[in-house]
């Protein structure tokens, strides 16, 4: 039996039986971002997220972290500090740098937003058995455990 109910264990017949079910999480996840004022796209989330992460990150910095060129993550710092969620600062060691840093509101709305997507994905986990979200969870522990081994796996054959 297979066809989304079905038993073939090959990793590549879960994957497509579980893509219905990422998709969903990941609408849930990204909705948050919607739900806020103002609305953040989910690259907008995501560098704000950096910047928290890691306070008076450079435009460079922001670009690797996000995965995109120089000038798209300007033109994001450009939307962001606009919007009043991020600010440029002088670099404290090099004079043609600028710093990033998260305005208040900035650190409001990324607090929004977690206390938002916490709340969707508990009302998700209610309507589960506990025998249900601790298989989830341990699910997930061991994926993101394979997901960082396979990660590091890539990186030493760079």
């Known amino acids: 039996m297979d066809r989304a109910g079905g038993t073939d264990p090959r990793p590549e017949a879960v994957a497509r039986r579980l893509a219905d ?39 460079t910095d922001l670009a690797e972290s996000v995965g995109t060129t120089l000038p798209a993550a300007s033109r994001l710092c450009d939307r962001l500090e606009a919007a009043g969620l991020l600010q440029r600062i002088p670099h404290s060691h090099s004079r043609r740098a600028l710093s990033l840093l998260l305005t208040p509101q900035g650190r409001r709305v990324l607090a929004e937003i977690g206390a938002r997507r916490t709340l969707d994905l508990a009302a998700v986990l209610a309507a589960m058995t506990p025998l249900q979200r601790a298989s989830l969870e341990d699910g997930l522990r061991a994926f993101r455990a394979a997901r960082g081994a396979t990660a590091a796996d890539r990186r030493t054959d760079e």
């Open 21 to 59: 079910a990422v998709e969903d999480l990941v609408e849930l996840w990204t909705s948050a971002g919607r739900s806020v004022v103002p609305r953040l796209s989910a690259q907008q989330l995501k560098a704000l997220k950096a910047v928290a992460r890691r306070p008076a990150a450079t435009l």
